[in-house]
């Protein structure tokens, strides 16, 4: 009885610490098409701005500028355009700003003609960064 109590409480700080570094995304819209499809489910490994490149698919938590009717819940999937020290990109608008801040990026969709991204919401915090996929893990 001790070993069953022990290895459930063993599986369950596993639990815990996995949770803690990775996070399950859904896909919603055609934003990341044809790299990403709605429905796809996302491994996100929980990973600072610092340690991410130009390039990565990153998931942000929503502000209210990003807010879309279309998609009201969940977490914003986009590529990595720029990270601090950066140009910014043609198109987002960044106030005063040649080259992206600290604790900013700009996102983009692969898809412009079906994204909202920082060409119309402007820059990101690093505090609204989950992190970056890893792998869709299916449908």
Known sequence: ??????????????????????????????????????????????????RLSVGDIVVVVPDARMADPRHPAGYVIKRLAAVPGDPVPDHVPSPAHERIPPGRMAILGDNPDASRDSRDYGLVTQEQLVGVVVRAIGT
Do not use: K
């Open 1 to 50: 009885m001790i070993a069953v109590l022990l290895a459930g409480a063993g599986v369950a700080a596993f639990a815990a610490v996995l949770r803690r570094r990775f996070v399950l995304a859904t896909v919603a819209g055609f934003s990341m098409a044809p790299t990403l499809r709605p429905g796809d489910r996302l491994l996100v490994r929980r990973t600072p701005l610092s």
